[in-house]
C-alpha cells in the first residue's frame, strides 16, 4: 500500500482516459523479469520490472479490541511505540528497499537474490521478535496488556512499478504480487489461538523456507501440516540476554 499526500490537481476525465490508454497500450517488453533490484531512477509510468524478493509483515492480533480497552493518549502511545520500532527494525536492515505501514500493520520487501540475503531476512523477524518481548514487558509493567503479534515470511517474485498521477508528483513505487499478500496471509497465523495455547510467532512460506542456506536458519522452521505452512519461534540472542539484565523499571 502506497501512501501519498494529494497535490489538490484538479481532475479531467478525458485526460484520464487517455492515460488509461497509453497505459494499457505499453508493450510487454517494458515489464521484463531481473533478480536484482534496479534503482528507483530506473522506473518510468510506463515500464515496470518482475523481482526476486522477501516479504516479511508484521501484525497485531485482534486490534480492533485495542480502542475499548485504553484511553486514546495510551492507545496512541502503544501504537507510536510498535509501530515506530519496527519500522526502525526493518529499516537497519541492509536488503530492506521498501517499508509500509497499513493500519497498525508493517510490512517490508527485501532484495533476496541470494540465499544469505533470505537468512538476513530470518535475523530481521528474529530482531522484531525480541523488540515485541521487550515491548510487552514494558506494557505490562505500565498496566497495559501484552500484544499477540504475527510475523508473516515468504519469498517470490514482484511486480515492482512507479505509480501515481504523472506530472502531479504524487507518486511512489509500489510492489504487486502473491508474496506480498501470502505474507500478510502468513502473518494472520502468528500467534493465533491454538487449543489451549497459541501458535508460534512466526510463519513462512515453502519458497521461504527452501531459499534458506541449509547451514542457516533452515533447521528453526518447522512444517505444520494443519495450516499448510513452516513456523518458528526465534529471537534474537543478544537482544533477549539484554532485555534479561535490564527489565523495565
Known sequence: MAEVKSSGTSFTYTASFKRIDEVLAAPDENF??????PSRDDLTFSNGYFVRVAALFVDIRNSSNLPGKYSEPALAKL??????????????????????????????????????QVDRVVEA????????????????????????VGIGLDWGRALMI???FYGSGVNDIVYVGNVVNSAAKLCSLGEQKHGSGYRPRVMAGREFVNNLLPTGYAGFFTYDASIGCYTASIQNKAMTSWLADNPPN
Not at 528474529?126 to 523488540?131: A, F, K, N, P, T
Open 125 to 148: 523477524a528474529g530482531r522484531v521478535s525480541s523488540l515485541l518481548d521487550g515491548l510487552n514487558a514494558r506494557l505490562l509493567y505500565r498496566g497495559y496488556e501484552a500484544l499477540r
Open 32 to 37: 521484463p523479469q531481473r533478480d536484482d533490484l
Open 79 to 116: 501504537y507510536r511505540a510498535f509501530i515506530s520500532e519496527v519500522v526502525a527494525v526493518l529499516d537497519g536492515s541492509p536488503d530492506c528497499d521498501e517499508i509500509n505501514i497499513v493500519g497498525d500493520g508493517v510490512w517490508g520487501v527485501f532484495d533476496a537474490r541470494l540465499k544469505e
Open 162 to 164: 512507479k505509480t501515481g
